[in-house]
């Protein structure tokens, strides 16, 4: 994983989660592509002593923001799928419920505003890394040649 200035990460290889047994039947496999653009666990800055955006359930959470930036599940679905990530992870279960809790309850914000960015042309997949970790993610997507 890379990282841009502003706390924004990018996967330099692809991730994936497969359902098991243990799994809420129904979820999908998920396949998020090399380059994807990511915050991590997106928790407020207020909670971060206790829940910090990158803690143990940070691949859940990236799964989670694919799902939430793409759009191809529902977003129940999506919420779902970080619940059963993070469990398959062993994150304790008062974590697990936290953060689920926050995400199903609190997530339509972000869920709508993704909405609204990705129709208005905004793109979280890199086509080049950056050379480091010294320029921001809001100046690197203005150059349309570093996103698809």
């Known amino acids: 994983m890379g990282r841009f200035r502003d706390h924004y990460y990018y996967l330099t290889g692809p991730i994936s989660w497969h359902p098991g047994a243990n ?11 090399t380059g994807f653009v ?26 989670h923001d694919y799902l939430y930036w ?13 619940k059963n990530a993070m469990q398959d992870f062993s ?15 609190g997530g339509w914000s972000a869920w709508n505003n993704n909405t609204k960015l990705r129709k208005s042309g905004e793109k979280r997949l890199l086509r080049r890394f950056p050379g480091g970790a010294l320029i921001k993610w809001s100046d690197w997507k203005q150059v349309p040649d570093n996103v698809a």
Request: proline share 9%; no cysteine; charged share 10%.
């Open 23 to 33: 799994n809420d039947p129904g979820l999908p496999t998920v396949i998020v592509p």
């Open 38 to 63: 990511t915050d991590l666990a997106s928790i407020p800055r207020i909670f971060w002593s206790v829940l910090p955006p990158d803690g143990d359930y940070a691949y859940a959470a990236i799964l």
């Open 70 to 82: 793409t759009q191809i599940v529902t977003k129940a679905a999506a919420d779902s799928v970080l």
């Open 91 to 105: 994150i304790n279960s008062i974590t697990v419920q936290a953060i689920y809790a926050g995400v199903h309850t």
